[in-house]
């Protein structure tokens, strides 16, 4: 319990309350005493409340009255709302995430299909997203790297949150340490009555539709099928002294994603290049099956047509040609949203994404003495998911790996109240957050890409990171009659541990837009700028003219037949030094 003696005036301040529901009495000499059991306090957020003695009586007399907060805030220039538990937990929420309350303020730009943005979580009042500041329970959890707003390293769920406050514009010296949003989060505290909760929420594939291009390449329905369950417990250690509460929430997601990935025809693979015909008659040797005006180019014809025009065959690979025959007899296609429908078309599947959480939160409160307050909170997740496939992401085709994130961060807080004197108090919080993730990647082999006809892989590749975060703050509050004044400070040591394989691995490509105009195709080596010639058969077929520009200084010589690429260079060179070259390689 804490006791004030107001002014002269009879204004009176209780600083430093944590938050709850508070039961306040007044008393004065020659007055009935009043009585209000149910006064709300909410996290960082000033309450007034005006007290007035309308009964004379002795002060064993004792008047109850309900209400008289003032919910407008007249303390300070904050602006932001509260949320209690009973909103939490009774507003609907998408898979009872949290952030998607922290965003429902004045001045919140929610996040928009932008991936970048999607990532972030949105903006406040214009500030950049990674000036917002979240705590819980006082203690810094915010994801030091990502720079994401309305985001915790440690989840909370609805049956854990006391209450949270997103104090938009202006917030205090005391709330954080940017410019953007100011999010405080505080957990459910034991009381002297055992409360607890069990649940299960769930949804399934049966109330869900297929899309449209799914039922047009005769692809089921992804899977959807989503439970959310588990349980609290709070109560009494000590009645009076030490109290506890426990929440553990499991998560599981079956879900599948509908992708498309470009594919070869056989033909292709073949080394059959097939293309519009200028005057749209069709060519009668094309492989059965091709399209009306459409022209067909076997191996022996281009290397024919490149031996006239340069007097030296530019050779096959045979090993992409090899690639190429195999990704069409896997992958058969099967979706015309993709591609050029001459060489190379669309393969659409469903591609896997389960997801499996586990959340555990505890803590422990103290009341050592009437001036002496302390808690404890412990969280751990550990979460296991697989990364959800986009164009560049997640599963390649079925018989490829999935790359999975495993995710599991830990969190310690204390935290002490002393209350020195009635209009002296000091609060202590120390905090550990350790953000800690291992994704996997989907292939430990060299790149190989051939672009807009076939990419084996995403080529994701496996990420590590451990970032603790100790955070320590110390506040001081001290009312001299209608003055408050604070003072204190708040430091955090942030180490950041990281490990990626993401440069490890060599790289080729085979690129049609390097060469417009011309009949090669050019690969890189592994700084990404020498250029080696390749007669590898590939290529957006549409846009091939079988135009072979020609450099006016030197020939193109075979592939491999090892040449050194400085006398390529220099070549190269001198043909953009005379201006002989209709394009300059870069």
């Known amino acids: 319990s804490r ?12 600083p430093q309350l944590a938050p709850g529901l508070y039961k306040i009495k007044a008393e004065a000499t020659g007055f009935a005493s009043i009585e209000n059991a149910n006064v709300q306090v909410l996290v960082n957020t000033p309450l007034t409340l005006n007290l007035s003695f309308t009964q004379v009586g002795g002060v064993a007399d004792t008047v109850t009255i309900t209400g008289g907060e003032t919910t407008l805030n007249t303390t300070d220039a904050t602006i932001g709302n509260s949320f209690n538990s009973t909103k939490v937990i009774e507003l609907p929420l998408n898979a009872r995430n949290i952030p998607g309350l922290l965003s429902l303020q004045s001045g919140v730009t929610p996040a928009t299909g932008n991936e970048d943005d999607v990532q972030r979580g949105g903006h406040v009042n214009g500030a950049r997203s990674d000036q917002s500041n979240v705590t819980l329970d006082g203690v810094d959890v915010n994801e030091q790297q990502g720079g994401r707003a309305f985001f915790s390293v440690l989840r909370l769920t609805p049956d854990s949150l006391q209450e949270f406050r997103v104090t938009t514009t202006n917030a205090n010296a005391d709330a954080g340490r940017s410019s953007g949003a100011q999010v405080a989060l505080v957990t459910k505290s034991g009381t002297d009555n055992y409360h607890g909760s069990l649940y299960e929420y769930h949804r399934n594939t049966i109330t869900s539709a297929n899309d449209w291009f799914n039922n047009k390449a005769g692809v089921e329905r992804p899977a959807l099928i989503r439970n959310n369950f588990g349980g609290s417990l709070g109560g009494p250690i000590r009645k009076g002294r030490a109290f506890f509460f426990f929440n553990y929430e499991g998560f599981r997601e079956a879900k599948g994603t509908s992708v498309v990935r470009t ?17 749209g008659k069709s060519d009668p040797t094309c492989p059965a099956g091709t399209p009306a005006g459409t022209t067909c180019q076997t191996v022996a014809q281009i290397n024919a047509a490149y031996l006239n025009a340069n007097g030296v065959s530019p050779g096959i690979n045979n090993t992409a040609l090899g690639v190429l025959a195999a990704a069409a007899q896997r992958y058969r296609a099967n979706d015309t949203s993709t591609g050029d429908g001459l060489n190379t078309s669309g393969f659409r599947f469903n591609a896997s994404a389960p997801v499996r959480q586990e959340t555990y939160i505890a803590r422990f409160d103290f009341n050592l003495a009437n001036n002496h307050n302390a808690f404890a909170r ?36 204390v935290g002490h109240a002393w ?3 009635n209009t002296l108090v000091n609060n202590f919080r120390y905090g550990l957050t350790r953000a800690a993730f291992s994704q996997g990647g989907d292939s430990a082999q060299n790149d190989i890409v051939f672009r807009y006809v076939f990419e084996p892989f995403n080529y994701q590749r496996t990420v590590a990171r451990v970032t603790p975060v100790h955070n320590i703050t110390d506040d001081i509050s001290w009312s001299k009659g209608q003055h408050s004044l604070q003072f ?20 080729a490509l085979t690129n049609p837009s390097y060469y417009d105009n011309s009949g090669d195709v050019l690969v890189f080596d592994d700084d990404k700028r020498d250029m080696d010639d390749r007669a590898v058969v590939d290529g957006k077929a549409i846009d091939i003219t079988l135009r072979l520009w020609l450099e006016a200084h030197g020939q193109k010589m075979p592939a491999n037949t090892g040449h050194d690429k400085l006398m390529e260079r220099a070549a190269a060179a001198q043909a953009v030094a005379a201006g002989d070259l209709e394009e300059s390689l870069v």
């Open 3 to 14: 006791t004030v003696t107001s002014a002269e005036n009879g204004s009176y301040q209780i």
């Open 488 to 507: 204190g400070a708040n430091l955090r040591f942030i180490t950041n541990n990281r490990l990626s394989y993401a440069t490890t691995y060599d790289y």
């Open 419 to 421: 209350t020195i004197s």
């Open 263 to 279: 594919v070869p025809f056989a033909t292709l693979g073949q080394g059959i290049v097939r293309y519009k015909s200028a005057d």
């Open 378 to 413: 412990l969280n751990y997740q550990n979460d296991n998911s697989t990364i959800a496939a986009t164009d560049t992401t997640g599963q390649r085709f079925p018989d490829t790996p999935a790359p999975a994130i495993w995710n599991h961060p830990t969190g310690i807080s």
